[in-house]
């Protein structure tokens, strides 16, 4: 997940470039609209969105859902980065939403504060977004990623616009990545389809390693890795690779060339539009398939 290391490399690529700064972007964010950086969905579907609350073990989380205006449809659940829940995780799930899904964005840090816990524009770069964001991650742990996902699935199945004969889907940016896994193993009977995107410790020497849950599961799954995180841990994706051939789970595990941890949230200062629309396609043809 996102550290200082991986940060580091941003800040190198930026420099290079002669790069975008952190006040820069801010400034076009702000001026355009996050929602106008992506491109637009074929055939969108009308919307309706919605400020929630769950109800968890642990409290209350607050978080957005949207969904197609009328009928029913296969839900998704929606674990950002680092940053949490922003506009530009709303901007996401909107876009999920306009291509036929009940899209739920959690807040995964609700036990310490409501949704945003940055401003518009931040950057884990920024010394002060740290110092505001890792202590709230490090409240975060196996068993938390377990009791939040079956709050969640449970609260997707109550809605009306759920089409509950069919499977649920979920993706994870950054930190969000160890969630998706652990939350197709937490209600595998539910789980059809399950998306990373420049996830962090996926596959580790730890004992709770998410990659051992593997087993346990059902659902397909989509692996977008960034490339400085392959060069940093090459051999995450070949233990992930092997632990779904053993399982005989169907997965895509791909490492994007020329991507930076971060690539895909249209706020971050590593997004690579290119790259973030070929996951997106891939995400969107995982979910077409595998939730039906």
């Known amino acids: 997940m996102c550290d200082l290391d991986t940060q580091k490399d941003v800040e190198e690529f930026l420099k290079e470039q002669g790069g975008m700064t952190r006040r820069k972007f801010g400034k076009i964010s702000a001026a355009v609209g996050l929602a106008m950086l992506l491109p637009p969905v074929a055939n969108a579907q009308d919307v309706t969105e919605s400020d929630v609350e769950v ?3 642990d409290g209350v989380a607050d ?37 036929g899904y009940s899209v739920l964005v959690v807040n995964p840090f609700y036990r310490d504060a409501r949704s945003p816990v940055v401003g518009e524009g931040a950057s884990f770069g920024n010394p002060e977004i740290r110092n505001i964001v ?61 998306g990373t995107f420049h996830g962090g410790g996926l596959a580790t020497d730890a004992d709770n390693s998410p990659h051992l849950l593997i087993p346990n599961t059902t659902a ?35 490492v994007y060339e020329g991507t930076l941890h971060g690539w895909c949230p249209p706020d971050s200062q590593a997004y690579h539009e290119a790259q973030a629309e070929r996951a997106w396609s891939r995400l969107l043809n995982l979910f077409e398939t595998a939730l039906a």
């Open 55 to 57: 109800t968890t073990s």
């Open 134 to 194: 890792l202590p709230m991650a490090r409240n975060l742990n196996e068993t938390t990623h377990f009791t939040d996902a079956r709050a969640m699935v449970a609260w997707l199945d109550r809605q009306s616009e759920v089409d509950t004969s069919r499977k649920i889907g979920t993706t994870g940016y950054c930190m969000g990545g160890p969630m998706v896994m652990r939350t197709v193993a937490a209600v595998p009977s539910r789980m059809g389809a399950g």
């Open 63 to 99: 978080c957005y859902y949207v969904r197609p205006s009328s009928g029913t449809h296969p839900a998704v659940i929606v674990w950002p980065d680092i940053l949490g829940l922003r506009p530009a995780f709303r901007a996401m799930g909107k876009r999920l939403a306009q291509s």
């Open 220 to 254: 397909s799954m989509l692996h977008c890795v960034a490339a400085n995180d392959d060069e940093n841990d090459p051999q995450a994706k070949e233990t992930l690779r092997e632990s779904y051939a053993s399982a005989g789970l169907s997965a895509e595990i791909e």
